[in-house]
T-cell receptor
Framework: ELKVEQNPLFLSMQEGKNYTIYCNYS?????LYWYRQDPGKSLESLFV?????AVKQEGRLMASLDTKARLSTLHITAAVHDLSATYFC????????????FGQGTRLTINP | EAQVTQNPRYLITVTGKKLTVTCSQN?????MSWYRQDPGLGLRQIYY???????DKGDVPEGYKVSRKEKRNFPLILESPSPNQTSLYFC????????????FGEGSRLTVL
């Protein structure tokens, strides 16, 4: 059974600091997604990582994928208040039943 | 505008009263899916559909039904709702699974008393 775990689940940090959110998954997959959810809102796609070693960057966010370690990271550089949200990673399970499994989410609060 | 539309957005109902949450997408997507979101549990998949007339169970299908008679619509049916189905529900679609990201609807907050 595919399990996806994020760490940490809650993160409070100050503006200007750097931090990393980790996403581990339990079985082989070549596709990993990062989503952002603002309070009371829907999910917005941030990154799609399709192969080992993939790295994508958008503004102060950078995501990477290591399929051998079954690990993805979402790195936040010089955080600003607008990045406060809940971040989810999700992994495809393509073999057998085709499903997308989400992590529990990381609630990020950035304080001025 | 490309979108996934859910209705209703908010609903309070009572135990046992059948209800349907509609989902419609205008992007000609093959793949559609329903998720429920509960605090501390992330999103859990209820049912998904790879194409018209092709549906399958996700991880938490008990108490739910779906149908996919048309490509654009994927309604979620609660035949006899119970309080443990109180949750925030999201419909999502993609051209096909694994083809880039899912597009999500705005969510439907359901309360079962």
């Amino acid at each position: 059974e595919l399990k996806v775990e994020q760490n940490p689940l809650f993160l409070s940090m100050q503006e200007g600091k750097n931090y990393t959110i980790y996403c581990n998954y339990s079985t082989t997959s070549d596709r990993l997604y990062w989503y952002r959810q603002d309070p009371g809102k829907s999910l917005e796609s941030l990154f799609v990582l399709l192969s080992n070693g993939a790295v994508k960057q958008e503004g102060r966010l950078m995501a990477s994928l290591d399929t051998k370690a079954r690990l993805s990271t979402l790195h936040i550089t010089a955080a600003v208040h607008d990045l406060s949200a809940t971040y989810f990673c999700a992994v495809d399970r393509i073999q057998g039943a085709q499903k997308l499994v989400f992590g529990q989410g990381t609630r990020l609060t950035i304080n001025p | 505008e490309a979108q996934v539309t859910q209705n209703p957005r908010y609903l309070i109902t009572v135990t046992g009263k059948k209800l349907t949450v509609t989902c419609s997408q205008n992007m000609n997507h093959e793949y559609m899916s329903w998720y429920r979101q509960d605090p501390g549990l992330g999103l859990r998949q209820i049912y998904y559909s790879m194409n018209v007339e092709v549906t399958d169970k996700g991880d938490v299908p008990e108490g739910y039904k779906v149908s996919r008679k048309e490509k654009r619509n994927f309604p979620l049916i609660l035949e006899s709702p119970s309080p443990n189905q109180t949750s925030l529900y999201f419909c999502a679609s993609s051209l096909r699974l694994g083809w880039r990201e899912l597009f999500f609807g705005e969510g439907s907050r359901l309360t079962v008393l």
